[in-house]
């Protein structure tokens, strides 16, 4: 009789630790689904965001837009065509935003130096970090194009 019991208990135990452990592996597949969905839908948002491409020259004096659906493409073709020895702004503008929203990267290589800022309705704040290079200049606009999230997780300003 005391067998049985001793049986009947294990076998209550075993059942328990086998519902336990498939509940928790059915969660955490169903959080897999869930933040490869959120992916997606971020995507899905990123398609839709219309980011128009200027370039200022002569200090901000002449401004010309590059286009108004910018691409990494363009961007990468537009910085690589402009001539940075003298002083340019290259800027992403977010034309689907609320509020006006802009990244721009600026300067010259040669006493101006380079620079970055994020222009809001309200603010204007710069890169914490120096930059060097003209790649490093694309990357920050690149990375603007594929998100602010991307871009705001990348990058500090202040």
Do not use: C
């Not at 928790?24 to 997606?40: D, M, P, Q, V």
């Not at 901000?60 to 065509?81: R, V």
Request: hydrophobic share 35%; charged share 25%; proline share 1%.
């Amino acid at each position: 009789m005391n067998t049985y019991i001793i049986f009947g208990v294990l076998a209550l135990i075993g059942i328990f630790a086998l519902i336990s452990w498939n509940s928790k592996r059915n969660s955490n597949t169903h959080g897999i689904a869930e933040n490869k969905t959120e992916l997606r839908n971020v995507e899905i948002r990123q398609e839709k965001r219309d980011l128009k491409l200027t370039v200022s020259y002569n200090y901000g004096e002449t401004t010309k837009t590059i286009s108004e659906k910018a691409t990494a493409e363009i961007i990468k073709s537009t910085m690589k065509s402009t001539n940075w020895n003298e002083f340019h702004i290259v800027q992403l503008e977010d034309e689907n935003g609320n509020g006006y929203k802009a990244l721009h990267v600026s300067g010259s290589l040669g006493d101006d130096g380079l620079a970055s800022g994020f222009v809001t309705d309200d603010d204007h704040i710069l890169l914490v970090k120096p930059l060097e290079t003209v790649d490093q200049m694309t990357e920050i606009l690149l990375n603007f194009l594929k998100g602010e999230n991307v871009w705001r997780n990348k990058y500090e300003y202040k």
